[in-house]
């Protein structure tokens, strides 16, 4: 083989590595941590101390005393991180049929008097499947429940969801929406 080809393919194969798979990550990591702190860190979420979450990752919630996230398409356990994943299934398939249907009986079933409709974002998962948000409307309509579980008025646990709910980005991307461990954690400071 040429030498005189091999040579400066090496050189600017090495020089290639070390500006994108060295400089450029560590100015990107460096920018992100001086721009924008909390975001670079994971949004990590504490309490007393504690980290108890991360805003950009659900939890599952499923005591009645707490607000439900979106339903979890991750496996073997909900909102798993590394298995981030829809459910792939489309809207004429009988499993999605069949996983909607029973999720709306156990919303009906925890909240009994309950007759509003069930918000969509209560019932089906988010193509992540790790959506930390709610709708303003998925908030809403477990108010109730989650008021009589607590043993707290409903226009108390309402007000802190009206407070709660953040606006879309620059006022235009994005859906109003309800970060649901922040949520609940502005619950517990209730008692």
Request: proline share 8%; glycine share 8%.
């Amino acid at each position: 083989m040429n030498h005189k080809i091999l040579r400066p393919a090496l050189v600017f194969f090495a020089v290639l590595t070390i500006v994108t798979g060295v400089a450029y990550p560590l100015i990107v990591t460096g920018a992100a941590k001086v721009l924008f702190p909390e975001q670079a860190a994971g949004s990590l979420v504490t309490r007393d101390g504690k980290v108890v979450g991360s805003a950009l990752i659900g939890q599952n919630f499923t005591d009645p005393k707490h607000f439900w996230g979106r339903p979890s398409a991750t496996g073997p356990m909900p909102y798993n991180a590394s298995a981030s994943s829809g459910s792939n299934q489309g809207p004429l398939n009988p499993a999605l049929t069949d996983a909607v249907k029973g999720r709306v009986e156990a919303l009906r079933a925890a909240d009994a008097g309950n007759a509003a409709p069930v918000p969509v974002d209560l019932v089906t998962a988010s193509a992540s499947g790790l959506d930390p948000h709610i709708s303003p409307a998925a908030a809403r309509y477990q108010v109730s429940r989650v008021a009589k579980a607590r043993g707290l008025p409903a226009d108390k646990v309402q007000a802190l969801v009206d407070q709660r709910i953040e606006a879309p980005l620059l006022g235009l991307l994005g859906e109003p929406r309800v970060n649901v461990l922040r949520l609940n954690l502005a619950l517990e400071s209730l008692r």
